[in-house]
């Protein structure tokens, strides 16, 4: 017999998994923060022999290349896959033996041209799980938009064979478990639970209840925006990712805080605040960014940091910061221009702090539609199924550069929670050129027509649902 025991990194909505017999054990598709797959296999007893991938990824960097080196264990990469690293090639028709148990690849192609799924089976060769990655997730598939615009309807048509294939050659009470779909931009749709076996996706996934031209098409309209750091990570794991450094970042003295805040964006210095963005917009340093230290955190602020930007942390602790270094090593922000700790009182200084209103969808509501301009920070997907009528769309990873549109007065944001118009309305209060009184809706869009807003859907708004 064998365990199977799930990694999860909700931040990015993958999750990782180490597999072992009680003896020996396989990593699958690791993150780059290796020490808690390292804690566990201690935990567990266990030594790990093999570190497998089921594709390069793009979504975070691999923790694959140097587990397998602090372990001395077995790398198995597609021998497809052009890699500047040694690794042992792994092939369709391979049974690889991890104690007592056995891999064995499986070509899945469709999120990436050389994706793999690995069969787990027992001693006697019965398949009990299978590790699918961005193939066959719960209730749906990986997208397959990141390759190449070019290749996304040619390997769409292949997601949609290789998941059929999984459900005629494995087992139906085999255990589906994916990489993707608990959350990240991978997965082509939102997923549908939170465990499942070949013979549950027999009725979910519509990779198997479809026929190919209809589940193509509709995969393909339903594809939305996806961070903009994604096109660094396929390159970085090809490349082999350098070891993880989690090292405190350099202190930052309040007076030399003050002058990268004055500095400002403009000149490529980002100083983001991880408090919570209710605090936030209730008292700020004056010029810094509200990036919460919850789920979205990394998501969002690697879509928006420039690659040539300065990057200074301020936290209430050095806990926090720590916190929120683990999360950017994860996608390949190594380099941190420093962190302040402490209350922002005291960092100011004569900096200045600033401030701004956090209200519901009663109090939009009640205010008169002419008097305010309304801006939904939404994704495109989101937007075109519903948003306040008279709103303004500008998905958050837009407004960098279309902020100009938001013209002076009282501005109200909102997005889906509250997180994305916290981050809209800090980035607009850099913005020293236009004076805007800012209200963050903090409140789930659901809320908005029990407070008696108008919602439009797609084909009342026309072009502006683009």
Known sequence: MFDVRAVPTSSLGDRSYLAHDGEVAAVIDPQRDIDRVLVLADELGVRITHVAETHIHNDYVSGGLELAR??????????????????????????????????RPLATPGHTHHHL????????GAVQAVFTGG?????????????????????????????????????????VLPTHGFGSFCSATPPTGDASTVGDQLITNPALTRDEQDFVDTLIAGLGAYPAYYARMGPTNSAGPAPVDLSAPEAVE??????????????????????????????????????????PFVTYLGWLLPDDAELTLVGESAEQVADARRELVRIGIDRLAGAATGPVEGLAGDGGLGSYRVADFAALARRDPAAVVVVDARTAIERAAGGVAGSLHIALHELPRRRSEIPAGEVWIYCGSG???????????????????????DEDFAEATAAGLPVTDAAARGADAA
């Open 70 to 103: 602090v372990t001395g264990a077995t790398y198995l990469v597609d021998a497809r896959d052009d890699v500047a690293f040694e690794r042992t090639a792994a092939r369709e028709g391979d049974d690889i033996a991890v104690g007592a148990m056995r891999l």
């Open 117 to 124: 799924s690995y069969a787990l089976a027992d001693a006697d």
């Open 135 to 175: 193939s066959m997730l719960y209730g749906t598939t990986g997208r397959t938009d990141l390759v190449s615009p070019a290749d996304t309807v040619a390997l769409t048509h292949a997601q949609y064979h290789s998941v059929r294939r999984l459900a005629r050659e494995l087992p139906a009470a085999a255990v």
């Open 254 to 295: 309040p007076v030399e805080l003050r002058a990268r805040l004055a500095a400002g964006i403009a000149a490529g210095q980002w100083v983001v605040d991880l408090r919570d963005r209710v605090a936030f917009a209730g008292r700020h340093l004056h010029g810094s960014l509200s990036f919460e230290l919850s789920q």
């Open 419 to 441: 997180y994305r118009a916290a981050v809209a309305a800090s980035l607009l209060a850099t913005d020293s050129g236009v004076a805007r009184d800012l209200v963050v809706v």
